[in-house]
Every structure is written in structure tokens, then in C-alpha cells.
């Protein structure tokens, strides 16, 4: 029995919201596409809802190669600390595309919810991979932790996402329809 033995359950778990929060995703998506478009939305897009998606991916991806028969855990310990540092090269990318997109102004709670918190998860993640060779339970539940932060950033995210485009960004367009009937 490996140490990734009791974890099954757990990543059955995480990994089925994260593809069905993905899947969801595409349709809120989907729908929100239909409007018109305006301003800098493409950049608003990549750094605020593409994030969403991969984070949902990387826990669904985490799930599955925590779900594998592996021998041992080295090989999976080497495959989740390479995602926890591809993930927090992709934070400090998201950070820059948040500075540079020009359509909304973020604020802390967007600081912290898009780049703060899912570096943190992340970097979890590699140094999770590093301890595992001495602190394999320890490294196990560090993962499971950077996977449910992951999982929480990326609803936070994708909510917070409907909820602008739906009230915010609609009731903008309405202010600004009601501006042109009146010339």
C-alpha cells in the first residue's frame, strides 16, 4: 500500500467538481460571448477568466496523476512540484496581463483572489513535491490543501466573473443605451 493509498476518495471528489466546474465554465462563457463586445475585453478575458479555467484544469490534472497506480510516490511528487512551478510562472503572467488590461481597475480582493492566493497554491505545490522525499504525509496533505485553494480561488474567480459581466458590465450597457436614446 503507497502513501497515496487514503487519497483516492479525495481526489475523486475534487477532481469531478474541477471538470464539472470547467464544463460550466465554458457555458457561462459561451453565453456571455453573445454580448457586445467593448473596450479592452479580449485583455480583461485573459487575465481574468482564462485563469479560472486553468486552475480548475490543474486540480482535475492533480486528481488524475494523484489517482494513478504509481509504484511509489517520487514520480508523482516530480509531476505535481513541475506543475506548482509552471503554475507560478503562469501567476507572475497573470499578474502582468492584470496591470496591463485596461478595461477594469482591479482591486485588492482581485489581487489577491487572481494572483495572491493561487500563487500561494502553486508554490505549495513545488515545495510539497520537494519535502515529499523526507515528509511524504506531510508533502501529501500539502497537496490536497494547494488542490482545495485551487479549486476555491477558481469558483471565487469564475463567480466574480458572472456576477461583473451580468450586473456591472449590464448595467453599464444600459446606462449607455439610455444615453443615446435621449439625443
Known amino acids: 500500500m503507497t502513501a497515496l493509498a487514503g487519497w483516492e476518495n479525495f481526489y475523486v471528489i475534487v477532481g469531478s467538481s474541477a471538470g464539472a466546474l470547467?464544463?460550466?465554465?465554458?457555458?457561462?462563457?459561451?453565453?456571455?460571448?453573445?454580448?457586445?463586445?467593448?473596450?479592452d475585453l479580449a485583455s480583461a478575458g485573459h487575465?481574468?477568466?482564462?485563469?479560472?479555467?486553468?486552475?480548475?484544469?490543474?486540480?482535475?490534472?492533480?486528481?488524475?496523476?494523484?489517482?494513478?497506480?504509481?509504484?511509489?510516490i517520487a514520480?508523482?511528487?516530480?509531476?505535481?512540484?513541475?506543475?506548482?512551478?509552471?503554475?507560478?510562472?503562469?501567476?507572475?503572467?497573470?499578474?502582468?496581463?492584470?496591470?496591463?488590461?485596461?478595461?477594469?481597475q482591479p482591486v485588492f480582493e482581485d489581487w489577491l483572489f487572481h494572483v495572491l492566493l493561487p500563487f500561494a497554491g502553486y508554490a505549495v505545490l513545488a515545495v510539497s513535491a520537494y519535502a515529499s522525499r523526507a515528509y511524504v504525509r506531510e508533502a501529501l496533505f500539502g497537496v490536497g490543501s494547494a488542490a482545495l485553494l485551487l479549486l476555491f480561488v477558481g469558483i471565487h474567480n469564475a463567480w466574480d466573473g458572472v456576477t461583473?459581466?451580468?450586473?456591472?458590465?449590464?448595467?453599464?450597457q444600459q446606462e449607455t443605451e439610455q444615453s443615446i436614446n435621449q439625443c
Open 22 to 39: 470547467i464544463g460550466l465554465q465554458f457555458v457561462v462563457l459561451s453565453l456571455i460571448a453573445a454580448r457586445p463586445v467593448v473596450g
Open 47 to 72: 487575465a481574468f477568466s482564462t485563469p479560472a479555467i486553468v486552475h480548475f484544469s490543474s486540480v482535475l490534472l492533480l486528481a488524475a496523476l494523484l489517482c494513478a497506480p504509481w509504484n511509489g
Open 75 to 104: 514520480t508523482a511528487a516530480i509531476l505535481w512540484g513541475v506543475l506548482g512551478l509552471f503554475g507560478v510562472v503562469y501567476e507572475i503572467i497573470v499578474a502582468r496581463r492584470m496591470r496591463l488590461q485596461t478595461l477594469y
Open 164 to 172: 461583473y459581466h451580468v450586473f456591472t458590465r449590464r448595467h453599464g
